[in-house]
T-cell receptor
């Protein structure tokens, strides 16, 4: 069975401070990992995915297979980063059909 | 493109009533999904479809039924609503899902309150 754990329900930082949202997973195969974000009054949208190795809005996330983690990081948080963040896992391969297993979510609040 | 749309946006039901939530996408996506979002539990997959005429169970399918008669539409039905089904329901679609990091595109959500 696959599982995604986000240990922090709430995370508060001040503007300009570094931020790290933690995500740990369990999966026996080769997973695809994603971060989705939901800003206030907006729909859930993809922030980034590990296979793209990209930086979006200053956020990066590295897949650490040894520690089974996919933490989301940003060196200098901005107020507009305040949102709900979900880590998600897809089993990959031909039979996963893109189904996502989501973590519990972390509400990030960036104070001025 | 409207993307993924959901109808209705909000609904109040009494226990035992039935209703259907409609999801529509105009992106010609093969795969569609229904999730429910509950505090502290994230999003959980209810049912999904890998193409017109197909449906499959997700993580929490009990109490729900689905149909995909047309490629662009994915309906979620509650035959006899229960208070435990009070939640926010999200529909999503993706062009394909066989790995490769395909993005899921989400609708705006439907808030359902069952009294």
């Amino acid at each position: 069975a696959q599982r995604v754990t986000q240990p922090e329900k709430l995370l508060s930082v001040f503007k300009g401070a570094p931020v790290e949202l933690k995500c740990n997973y369990s999966y026996s195969g080769s997973p695809e990992l994603f971060w989705y974000v939901q800003y206030s009054r907006q729909r859930l949208q993809l922030l980034l995915r590990h296979i793209s190795r990209e930086s979006i809005k200053g956020f990066t996330a590295d897949l650490n297979k040894g520690e089974t983690s996919f933490h989301l990081k940003k060196p200098f948080a901005q107020e507009e980063d305040s949102a709900m963040y979900y880590c998600a896992l897809s089993g990959g391969g031909g039979t996963s059909y893109g189904k996502l297993t989501f973590g519990q979510g972390t509400i990030l609040t960036v104070h001025p | 493109n409207a993307g993924v749309t959901q109808t209705p946006k909000f609904r109040v039901l009494k226990t035992g009533q039935s209703m259907t939530l409609l999801c529509a996408q105009d992106m010609n996506h093969e795969y569609m999904y229904w999730y429910r979002q509950d505090p502290g539990m994230g999003l959980r997959l209810i049912h999904y479809s890998v193409g017109e005429g197909t449906t499959a169970k997700g993580e929490v399918p009990d109490g729900y039924n689905v149909s995909r008669l047309k490629k662009q539409n994915f309906l979620l039905g509650l035959e006899s609503a229960a208070p435990s089904q009070t939640s926010v329901y999200f529909c999503a679609s993706s062009p394909r899902g066989a790995g490769g990091g395909e993005t899921q595109y989400f609708g705006p959500g439907t808030r359902l309150l069952v009294l």
